[in-house]
């Protein structure tokens, strides 16, 4: 694979799982990897000695998400079952049992201080606290909940489906603002600084609304090849990279929405994008696409990407260490390639 001169060699090592990765989730202190397949099994990657610890049975009819603790050693599965299911990262011991509503779950979110974590099935929201205990639940009256994302001060959350926003604060039950905007809203990203969330539609857009939110003060990208799954922001809030077929469109936000600024187009994936993350403190950005191609890229820096590497299958699922020190890269084919950062 040909990079550009910033291009340092990727030392990494390949766990084969033989089967559909469906997510993947770090544990806080980088030492354990959680896999969520889609046989319904969930697999637990000691980093250390580069094997797999267990693998459990986790949902019969198959696991939706997974999501570690920012915390302490828990993690959670959410399941096609319509449970989730509250794990001991170490033994693999299963602590709590919930039931999520009416149909699968799909949207699980732990709040970044680790007090707490919500998910949604269907038409209901609920609130729990680190121990799986049960705080509040919130039916939606208007449609099926299609995201989720938590304020980086742990103490309000958005959630999005059809037709609003909402936003709601861990001590109350009922949604703290309504944000109107006549569409289906399939992503959620919640700026680091807390002035903006933005949503991806099912309409090939962006929609931006600005905090405090002041009627007709939002705004809308256009132009995408089609829906806007995967949307990132890195660290300090500057930058919000977005899929856009085979290309990455990285807005340039800056503390005021993108109106009328032309993006940072990213090329060098030939190939639909399935995934992409910015790292949790650099200005480092990695994405897959369907035919298993990962790049790496500086957008801040530099339009062409900085190396790269390739694993059998679609890219299902990418997940940056807390230290931002190795990305895991897993695929429809059950590869699962762990790999140093370039930089």
Request: aromatic share 12%; charged share 20%.
């Amino acid at each position: 694979m040909n990079t550009n001169q910033n291009e340092k060699a990727l030392d990494a090592y390949t766990i084969k799982l033989d089967d559909y990765v469906m997510d993947m989730s770090w544990s806080f202190d980088n030492k354990f990897l959680c896999i969520a397949l889609a046989s319904g099994k969930l697999s637990v990657v000691s980093i250390n000695n580069q094997k797999i610890m267990y693998t459990v049975l986790a949902h019969e009819i198959g696991i939706l998400s997974v999501t570690h603790s920012p915390t302490s050693s828990v993690f959670l599965t959410a399941g096609q079952d319509g449970t989730v299911k509250l794990w001991e990262t170490i033994s693999g011991k299963l602590l709590k049992n919930l039931i999520g509503g009416w149909q699968w779950v799909e949207h699980i979110k732990w709040s970044p201080d680790g007090k707490y974590f919500i998910f949604g099935s269907g038409k209901h929201l609920k609130l729990y606290t680190d121990a799986g205990e049960y705080v509040w639940e919130f039916i939606n009256p208007e449609s099926t909940i299609s995201a989720l994302s938590w304020n980086k001060e742990s103490q309000s959350f958005a959630v999005g489906s059809y037709g609003n926003l909402k936003i709601f604060n861990v001590e109350k039950g009922t949604p703290s603002d309504i944000l109107p905007w006549q569409n289906s809203l399939i992503s959620l990203a919640w700026s680091p600084d807390g002035k903006f969330i933005c949503a991806g539609t099912q309409d090939a857009r962006i929609h931006f609304w600005p905090l405090p939110y002041f009627p007709e003060s939002d705004c809308e990208m256009s132009g995408y090849a089609g829906k806007v799954k995967e949307l990132s922001w890195n660290y300090n809030s500057e930058l919000l990279a977005s899929n856009c077929g085979a290309e990455i469109v990285v807005w340039k936000v800056n503390g005021k929405a993108p109106v009328g600024e032309k993006p940072i187009v990213l090329q060098g994936h030939k190939y639909r994008i399935t995934t992409l993350k910015y790292s949790n403190n650099s200005e480092l950005l990695v994405s897959g696409d369907t035919k298993g191609i990962f790049l790496f890229w500086y957008p801040k820096k530099y339009a062409n990407m900085l190396t790269g590497g390739t694993i059998e299958g679609s890219i299902t699922a990418l997940s940056w260490s807390p230290d931002d020190q190795s990305v895991v890269v897993a695929s429809s084919q059950g590869d699962l390639v762990i790999v140093d950062t370039p930089i």
